[in-house]
C-alpha cells in the first residue's frame, strides 16, 4: 500500500487581506474611494465656507444697537457767549454794556433693525443791556425735529417728518419799538411723508411730495393785521372791526431738508443745513427757505468760538424796511439774515 502525502494546513499570515481579485482591479477601487473622499473633504469646505461668509454678512448687517444692546444714540452741546463792555469817562463815547447768548443742540436718535427714529432740538436765547437803556433781544429760536422711518433698501428710507418752530418772547423792531412777533405768533408745524437718504453719518437728504405746513399766530393784533400770510381782520367804513383776523394758515405743497456735517480739522466741526418749502395751492414759486451753517472751533474741552448764520426768505413774512432815506417804514417783503461770533463756554453731553 502506498503511502499517502500528507496534508499541509494554510494559515494566513495576521493583518493581510487574502482576495482572488485581480491587483489592477484592487487598485482601481482604491483610486475610486480617494476621489469620493476628496470630493467630499471639498464639499465640507464649500459648506463652511459659505456658512463663514453669511455669518459675517449678517453681523455686517447688524447696526450697533444689534450688537450691543444699545438703541438710543443721544448727544449734545450748551453754549454760553458772553461780552462786557465798562466805559468811565471815555472821551471817544459809547456805552457800556453786557450781553450773552445761551445757546442748546441736542440730538437723540434710536435704531433697531430696519427701523430709525431720529430726533433733534435747537434753543437759543441772547439778551444785549446797555446803559440807560432796556435790554433788548438779540436771539431767540426754539427748533424741534423729529423723523420716523423704515428702510427700504441700503441708505434709503420711507419715513415721516415733523418740525416745530417759535420763539420764546416778543419780538420789537428796533426803529419803532413795535411788536412784531411774540411766543406761538408765529408758530410753524410742519408734517410731511417721503423718502429719506442717508448714505453715511455725514449727509442727509428728506424729499417729501406731500407736506402740510401750518402757521399759527396767536396774538390777535398781529392776526388782525394780517402778518405771516394769514387773512386780516375786516373793518367797515368806519373802522369798526366786522371780524376778527385768522388765527392760522393752511398751505400744502414739496418739501426738501438737507443736512451735511464734517471735521474740518481736529478741532473744527463744520454743518450746514437748510430746507425749501412751495406751496402747491397758491403761487408755488414763492418757496419758503431756510438755510443755517455752524462752524465750531473748539479750544479745549470747555471753550469754543462758533460761527453762525441764518438765512430766511418767506414771502408772507412781513418786515418792517425804511423808506428811502426817510425816516418813514413801510412794511414788505424781504430777505432775513443773522449772524452771530461767539466765544464762551461749551458743555459736551
Keep these: 500500500m502506498n503511502k499517502s502525502t500528507p496534508s499541509i494546513l494554510y494559515v ?8 482572488n481579485q485581480n491587483p489592477m482591479t484592487t487598485k482601481k477601487i ?7 473622499l476628496i470630493c467630499a ?7 463652511d465656507k459659505a456658512q463663514r461668509d453669511a ?25 454760553l457767549n ?3 463792555v465798562n466805559l468811565t469817562n471815555w472821551t471817544a463815547g459809547g456805552f457800556s454794556s453786557v450781553s450773552g447768548i445761551a445757546m442748546f443742540n441736542g440730538f437723540a436718535n434710536r435704531k433697531k433693525g430696519r427701523f430709525a427714529w431720529d430726533n433733534s ?9 446797555q446803559d440807560k437803556h432796556d435790554a433788548v433781544k438779540t436771539d431767540d429760536r426754539i427748533e424741534l425735529n423729529t423723523k420716523y422711518g423704515y428702510e427700504l433698501k441700503k441708505a434709503w428710507y420711507l419715513a415721516a417728518l415733523a418740525q ?11 426803529a419803532t419799538d413795535a411788536r412784531i412777533s411774540d411766543f406761538m405768533a408765529p408758530a410753524y408745524l410742519l408734517i410731511g411723508l417721503g423718502a429719506d437718504y442717508k448714505p453715511n453719518d455725514h449727509f442727509s437728504a428728506f424729499i417729501s411730495p406731500a407736506t402740510a405746513r401750518f402757521t399759527f399766530v396767536g396774538d390777535q393784533q398781529l392776526a388782525d393785521a394780517g402778518a405771516f400770510g394769514v387773512d386780516a381782520a375786516t373793518y367797515d367804513a368806519q373802522g369798526v372791526k366786522l371780524t376778527n383776523g385768522a388765527s392760522s394758515l393752511f398751505e400744502f405743497g414739496g418739501y426738501v431738508r438737507l443736512m451735511y456735517t464734517h471735521d474740518l480739522a481736529k478741532n473744527i466741526n463744520f454743518l450746514t443745513r437748510g430746507d425749501i418749502f412751495t406751496n402747491y395751492l397758491k403761487d408755488p ?8 451753517t455752524l462752524f465750531t472751533f473748539k479750544v479745549n474741552n470747555w471753550f469754543a468760538a462758533t460761527l453762525n448764520t441764518l438765512l430766511i426768505y418767506d414771502d408772507k413774512a412781513q418786515i418792517m424796511k425804511p423808506w428811502g432815506d426817510t425816516n418813514e417804514q413801510y412794511v414788505g417783503k424781504g430777505t432775513q439774515f443773522k449772524e452771530t461770533i461767539g466765544l464762551g463756554i461749551t458743555l459736551k453731553l
Design 164 to 174: 416745530f418752530k417759535t420763539q420764546f418772547t416778543e419780538g420789537k423792531d428796533a
Design 285 to 292: 414759486q414763492n418757496m419758503v427757505v431756510n438755510w443755517e
Design 41 to 47: 473633504v471639498g464639499a465640507n469646505a464649500q459648506e
Design 30 to 36: 482604491s483610486l475610486s474611494l480617494s476621489f469620493l
Design 12 to 19: 494566513p499570515k495576521p493583518g493581510v487581506i487574502h482576495t
Design 121 to 129: 432740538a435747537a434753543l437759543a436765547y441772547g439778551l444785549l443791556a
Design 55 to 79: 455669518a459675517t454678512a449678517a453681523m455686517q448687517a447688524k447696526t450697533a444697537a444689534d450688537t450691543t444692546g444699545k438703541l438710543w444714540t443721544k448727544g449734545g452741546t450748551i453754549q
Design 82 to 84: 458772553m461780552s462786557q
